[in-house]
């Protein structure tokens, strides 16, 4: 800790600076992760979501083969 200290100590002040709000953007993205160890509730609610039928896929893979095919105005 006395190392960290004395090379801090050693910075100019816009490098201080810096180096402070690079450990304040650390902190923040270690709050804001979640553990990684139980997805379980994560996967529920992922589930839950609206998903698409077998006829809402066979529609859009039909219009998808004609998409080369529209006729965009020309201006």
Sequence with gaps: MNDLLHTFDQ???PHR???LAYA???LIQ???RKPESDLSEWK???QSLSTWSEDDIALITENSK???NWKIPEW
């Design 11 to 13: 910075l100019s002040e």
């Design 17 to 19: 600076r810096q180096l």
């Design 66 to 68: 004609s998409v080369n």
């Design 24 to 26: 304040d953007t650390l």
């Design 30 to 32: 270690q709050k804001v």
């Design 44 to 46: 529920k609610n992922i």
